[in-house]
């Protein structure tokens, strides 16, 4: 009789322990859905000057709002024509989903601007190509891939 009433009880326990695992797991697929993509837009300069503070901002967004939690929002920063990163800068939340950091582009040149921003274990990383001060044709012909939309002229972009 002891061995039926420890097996009753075994199987009541494991029973209820999977009965609240799903019901977690149900609520947490039911109720939040899946998680929405994260967007994002660089709001940059028209003329970005080399030797002078410049503002880079991003505004991230999920759904019609901006992204307030972003966790580690970082721009990286590395010549065209080389890859090589030549600066990391954290950024600060502004509000609105929109992050910003400033910095001083050291030389003329066409530069990438890349963002790494995380929220609730979703990661973007955009990348925009901007012209600093004067460049030449043939600097602009060297960088493979380069769009004169790309050219920092300072609309919003995506």
Do not use: W
Not at 105 to 126: L, S
Not at 139 to 146: A, I, M, N, R
């Amino acid at each position: 009789m002891y061995n039926r009433f420890a097996a009753v009880m075994g199987l009541l326990m494991l029973f209820l322990l999977l009965s609240a695992c799903s019901a977690v797991q149900s609520k947490f697929h039911h109720e939040e859905g899946p998680p929405k993509v994260i967007s994002t837009e660089f709001l940059l300069s028209k003329k970005i000057d080399p030797h002078r503070t410049t503002t880079l901002k991003i505004k991230l967004t999920r759904g019609n709002a901006g992204l307030e939690n972003a966790d580690g929002t970082v721009f990286y920063i590395s010549k065209a024509a080389g890859g090589e990163r030549i600066k990391e800068i954290t950024a600060k939340h502004e509000g609105k989903g929109i992050y910003s950091a400033d910095t001083m582009f050291p030389e003329h040149g066409v530069y990438d601007i890349q963002v790494h921003a995380e929220a609730d274990g979703m990661r973007v990383m955009p990348v925009k190509r901007v012209i600093v001060g004067d460049v030449s044709h043939e600097e602009l012909q060297s960088v493979d891939g380069h769009k004169k939309e790309e050219s920092g002229d300072g609309e919003h972009h995506h």
